[in-house]
């Protein structure tokens, strides 16, 4: 069965500080990894995503992630965290080989950066 | 790009009516748009799969004749909640994914708060 876990619920970082906010994923195929963004209230933003090629996926605002195959994780990263990064941050992750697009969502991790 | 719109963005009613929420991708055309529900603090709910001119494809547990789906055009899926409860209270969020391009991706609108009184 596919799934998505986000061990962390909350994820504290200083401002200026390195962030990581992990995801490990489980599907049967080659899996299709992606990280979302949500401010109080709104929609999610795509932020990026790993389909091929290239471990290191670089997206929007600043972050990057590592897939790492091995490990089956997908975490995400940002070298110097802003309070403007705090939010709600969800993995999902699909089969490549599904008939569907439908996503396998994870948690939630909710980032706090302190000033 | 990749813009997807809701309207209303909330709505106030009352126990009984029904309520109808669109989601419309503004700058491409999306073959499938998917319906989430999410409480506070949770995470997504998938609550149903919208693709153009078929019936939409409901997640197990969700009531088809109660949350109406339609997508009658490549960029425009509708869901209406009828005769809606207190319980259908809620953050409704769609999302589309472009029938070209990043087909892969969901880009998602800003959601809807429905409170039912």
């Known amino acids: 069965a596919q799934s998505v876990a986000q061990p962390e619920d909350q994820v504290n970082v200083a401002e200026g500080n390195p962030l990581t906010v992990k995801c490990t994923y489980s599907v049967s195929g080659n899996p299709y990894l992606f990280w979302y963004v949500q401010y109080p209230n709104r929609g999610l933003q795509f932020l990026l995503k790993y389909i091929t090629g290239d471990n290191l996926v670089k997206g929007s605002y600043g972050f990057e992630a590592e897939f790492n195959k091995s490990q089956t994780s997908f975490h995400l990263k940002k070298p110097s965290a802003l309070v403007s990064d705090s939010a709600l941050y969800f993995c999902?992750?699909?089969?490549?080989?599904?008939?569907?697009?439908?996503?396998?969502w994870g948690l939630g991790t909710s980032l706090a950066v302190n000033p | 790009g990749a813009v997807v719109s809701q309207h209303p963005s909330r709505v106030i009613c009352k126990s009984g009516t029904s309520v109808k929420i669109e989601c419309r991708s503004l700058d491409f055309q999306a073959t499938t748009m998917f319906w989430y529900r999410q409480f506070p603090k949770q995470s997504l709910m998938l609550m149903a799969t919208?693709?153009?001119?078929?019936?939409?494809?409901?997640e197990q547990g969700v009531e088809k004749d109660k949350f109406l789906i339609n997508h009658a055009s490549l960029t425009l899926s509708t869901l209406t909640v009828t005769s809606a409860h207190p319980e259908d209270s809620s953050f409704y969020i769609c999302?589309?994914?472009?029938?070209?391009?990043?087909?892969?991706?969901?880009?998602f609108g800003p959601g809807t708060r429905l409170t039912v009184l």
């Open positions: 999302s589309a994914s472009p029938s070209v391009g990043q087909t892969d991706t969901q880009y």
């Open positions: 999902a992750v699909r089969d490549s080989a599904g008939n569907n697009r439908k996503l396998i």
């Open positions: 919208s693709n153009e001119g078929s019936k939409a494809t409901y």
